[in-house]
């Protein structure tokens, strides 16, 4: 597509449910990179996808938090046993090569855990 | 470690008016780039511009301008006669050779609003 696309735009959860949040990078980029942006606050590395290596996991803040990337395209981030602290904006991003290419971001999910 | 610092969260201005946003790094690496986003009401990142270590040149595009200055581990963006468009919030952020692949350490943010 023309663009990094995720769905839902918005979710609304009860605490203690699972979600799913989904990235379909741009065309051909190899690498995705999950963000958290909590409501007034900058961004937060999450999770990293280079190719076919493994992700760079380091900055899930707990173990509720899970990443894949299927076929080297398609990204899904599980959040199992919402807390309302997950409460933010989730963005997705895509890149073209390795060596410091912009990053070009979806316009993100709305997650709120009630 | 690296970090980034923005140290304006909000900043007000009348629309024509020249504005400045600053934008202080940290990094132990020796090569790395910065770049600066724009996310507006709409709330996608934009991305704006990217600076390698190595170019210290300023750089002008249209009424955007930024000034690197290693000296000062500054990089900071000004926008010339702003317009209630610019109205956004603006992220400066570095990637260093230490990063996995692009990752951006990110700044806090400065939220930019431009009334009429």
């Known amino acids: 597509g023309a663009g990094v696309s995720q769905s839902p735009s918005n979710k609304v959860t009860e605490k203690g449910k699972d979600v799913e949040l989904r990235c379909d990078p741009i065309?051909?980029?190899?690498?995705l990179y999950w963000y958290r942006q909590s409501l007034g606050q900058g961004l937060e590395f999450l999770i990293y996808f280079q190719g076919n290596s493994a992700p760079d996991k380091s900055g899930l803040p707990s173990d509720r938090f899970s990443a894949e990337r299927t076929g080297g395209s398609v990204s899904t981030l599980t959040i199992q046993r919402t807390q309302q602290e997950d409460s933010a904006v989730y963005l997705c991003?895509?890149?073209?090569?390795?060596?410091?290419?912009?990053?070009?971001f979806g316009n993100g999910t709305r997650l709120t855990v009630t | 470690a690296q970090k980034v610092t923005q140290a304006q969260t909000e900043i007000s201005v009348v629309e024509k008016e020249d504005v400045t946003l600053d934008c202080v790094y940290e990094?132990?690496?020796?090569?790395?780039?910065l770049f600066w986003y724009k996310q507006p009401p709409s709330g996608e990142l934009v991305f704006l511009i990217r600076?390698?270590?190595?170019?210290?040149q300023n750089e002008i595009s249209g009424r955007y301008s930024w000034n690197f200055q290693k000296s000062t581990s500054s990089f900071n963006f000004t926008i010339t006669a702003s317009q209630v468009v610019d109205s956004a919030v603006y992220f400066c952020a570095l990637s260093g050779v230490s990063n996995a692949g692009n990752m951006l350490t990110f700044g806090g943010g400065t939220r930019l609003m431009v009334k009429p």
């Open positions: 600076r390698n270590s190595f170019d210290e």
């Open positions: 991003a895509s890149s073209a090569f390795w060596g410091n290419s912009p990053l070009h």
């Open positions: 065309s051909g980029h190899t690498a």
């Open positions: 990094t132990r690496d020796t090569t790395y780039y």
